[in-house]
């Protein structure tokens, strides 16, 4: 399978600026997808989709592909995941110029995944071929709010 991850890392967040490259541990709170996903042998590419020309350096650097910039209309608030995978697969398989089989969805503010997360999602979906998507979620002690 071509599979891909896409890392989403716009730069208008309003509650901390820029958080997506904001320090947590000495590193930018994306740097750890990043790694995540280059440290994943079924990844063939790990991608940072942003509206910012700093964070595409700041996730360069950290080994991630930045081959467009997001634009701005899918970058708000209000803009939902889907939008922004469309973007990312139809520019990428134009880029690229083969199919994309799978996007796995790596969100910056989720910097602590379990080992293997990856290859067990891609066994699921592997394993179930009805299945056109899944996501990972982690049971809580108590509510966040």
Same mark, same amino acid.
Request: proline content about 9%.
């Given at each position: 399978m071509n599979i891909v991850s896409v890392i989403p890392a716009r730069s208008g967040s309003k509650s901390i600026p820029f958080k997506n490259i904001q320090l947590l541990n000495g590193k930018p709170l994306l740097s750890y997808s $990043?790694?995540?996903?280059? +440290?994943?042998?079924?990844? +063939?590419? &790990?991608?940072?989709? &942003? @509206? #910012?020309?700093? $964070?595409?350096d700041i996730a360069k650097k950290y080994g991630a592909s930045v081959p467009f910039l997001?634009?701005?209309? $899918?970058?708000? @608030?209000l803009t939902q995941d889907f939008p922004v995978i469309q973007h990312a697969l139809i520019k990428l398989e134009k880029i690229y110029g083969r199919q994309i089989d799978a996007i796995v969805w790596l969100?910056? &503010?989720?910097?602590?995944?379990? #080992?293997?997360?990856?290859e067990k999602a891609i066994d699921i979906l592997e394993k179930n071929p009805n299945c056109s998507s899944i996501r990972s979620v982690v049971k809580t002690s108590q509510h966040s709010y």
């Open positions: $990043i790694e995540y996903s280059n +440290q994943c042998n079924l990844i +063939q590419e &790990t991608i940072v989709s &942003t @509206d #910012s020309k700093k $964070i595409a997001r634009p701005k209309n $899918i970058a708000s @608030d969100r910056p &503010t989720s910097p602590l995944r379990p #080992s293997n997360l990856i």
